[in-house]
């Protein structure tokens, strides 16, 4: 199901990994879509501005009301802090105007996204300002790929010693690259590598052997703790 139209537009650079848009006929019936953690970093236009989706623990509900369009663009794990110009931790389970955080030049960009013709028109000007603003911002954490790379299939202490840090040290650079401690990092990640598989018809036993579950049931039990229902019905 998907009554807003909800479509993504793959991007490459800024650490972004898409733009978004969204837009629910003014005939239709209130939606709330279901989101659920990625580890990633969403600014989100609407008629009430622009607005900062942190990195989430849990599920969030997100309801479109009837007549609303929304263009987004979304950040990979990691790369959104430089340029929004806060540790992700500050931003996790959150929302709020991104006006807190860049201050006029957020409204700038809420207006120019406003004045633009088409739902295309806003999510190009959007992209194009949150692009812009990345280009002067500081680099990211050099330790975000191998942070990544490492939880992926490592224990926590097999990362630490592997990026040269203590575990206590990796901890606050992973709190502020991606808001998560570095096994909420994993089971986020793992989360959403089994969510891939199972969209694409594995069945669920083999999810959970390749996404690294101990057995099917750990999948379940840890898809209801992340995304707050079975897996099967979040599917």
């Known amino acids: 199901?998907?009554?807003?139209?909800?479509?993504?537009?793959?991007?490459?650079?800024?650490?972004?990994?898409?733009?978004?848009?969204?837009?629910?006929?003014?005939?239709?019936?209130?939606?709330?879509q279901r989101v659920v953690p990625d580890g990633c970093v969403d600014v989100i236009w609407s008629a009430?501005?622009?607005?900062?989706?942190?990195?989430?623990?849990?599920?969030?509900?997100?309801?479109?009301?009837?007549?609303?369009?929304?263009?987004?663009?979304?950040f990979g794990p990691g790369a959104a802090p430089p340029v929004l110009g806060v540790p992700a931790d500050a931003l996790r389970d959150g929302r709020g105007p991104l006006r807190e955080l860049w201050g006029g030049a957020a409204e700038a960009l809420a207006d120019a996204v406003a004045g633009a013709g088409s739902l295309e028109e806003r999510r190009a000007v959007l992209?194009?300002?949150v692009r812009a603003r990345a280009a002067v911002a500081e680099p990211v954490?050099?330790?975000?790929?191998?942070?990544l790379a490492g939880v992926a299939g490592r224990s926590v202490p097999e990362v630490a010693d592997a990026v040269g840090l203590g575990e206590r040290q990796l901890r606050r650079r992973s709190l502020a690259a991606f808001g998560y401690g570095p096994k909420?990092?994993?089971?986020?990640?793992?989360?959403?590598?089994?969510?891939?598989?199972?969209?694409?018809?594995?069945?669920?036993?083999?999810?959970?052997?390749?996404?690294?579950?101990?057995?099917?049931?750990?999948?379940?039990?840890?898809?209801?703790?992340?995304?707050?229902?079975?897996?099967?019905?979040?599917?």
């Open 48 to 74: 009430g501005g622009i607005h900062v989706a942190g990195p989430d623990t849990g599920p969030m509900p997100a309801a479109v009301r009837p007549g609303a369009e929304i263009v987004a663009v979304r």
């Open 127 to 129: 992209v194009a300002g």
């Open 141 to 147: 954490d050099p330790l975000v790929p191998a942070i």
């Open 1 to 32: 199901m998907n009554p807003t139209g909800y479509r993504e537009v793959p991007e490459r650079g800024a650490g972004l990994v898409c733009s978004w848009t969204a837009a629910l006929p003014a005939g239709a019936e209130p939606f709330v």
């Open 184 to 235: 909420t990092l994993q089971r986020v990640l793992r989360f959403q590598r089994a969510l891939g598989l199972a969209r694409s018809g594995v069945a669920l036993a083999d999810v959970a052997t390749a996404a690294g579950y101990a057995d099917q049931a750990h999948l379940s039990n840890e898809v209801r703790a992340l995304a707050g229902e079975p897996v099967r019905a979040l599917l």
